[in-house]
């Protein structure tokens, strides 16, 4: 079955560097796009980055484009965030997710993992 499991979250500074992973398995990870997601306290769960399976091409939520980098190696099926100098503001629950559709939406069906939790705090 499928399996995405995220890690690289915690405690980070503010102006510090953020790399969460997604290791996938249980499918052809190389078939699928992905993407991760963001749910802070409060806050509805929100989109923010999607790569293509092929990883040529990549999508970023207006609000944070230009902050965050997706990337993915389909030899060690993981998929990664990169967020240089993150700001408390993104402090929240990040999710990957197996992208089961063609549409940059939070309503595209797909799979989640579980989470992983990242707090950007001095």
């Known amino acids: 079955q499928v399996q995405l499991v995220e890690s690289g979250g915690g405690l980070v500074q503010p102006g510090g560097s953020l790399r969460l992973s997604c290791a996938a398995s249980?499918?052809?990870?190389?078939?699928?796009?992905m993407s991760w997601g963001r749910q802070a306290p409060g806050k509805e769960r929100e989109l923010v980055a999607r790569?293509?399976?092929?990883?040529?091409?990549?999508k970023y939520a207006e609000s944070v484009k230009g902050r965050f980098t997706i990337s993915r190696d389909n030899d060690k099926k993981t998929v990664y965030l990169q967020r240089n100098s993150p700001k408390p503001e993104d402090t929240a629950m990040y999710y990957c997710?197996?992208?089961?559709?063609?549409?940059?939406?939070?309503?595209?069906?797909?799979?989640w993992g579980q989470g992983t939790q990242v707090t950007v705090s001095s």
């Open positions: 997710k197996q992208e089961r559709g063609s549409q940059f939406t939070i309503a595209t069906p797909g799979y």
């Open positions: 249980g499918f052809t990870f190389s078939n699928y796009a």
């Open positions: 790569i293509s399976s092929g990883g040529g091409v990549t």
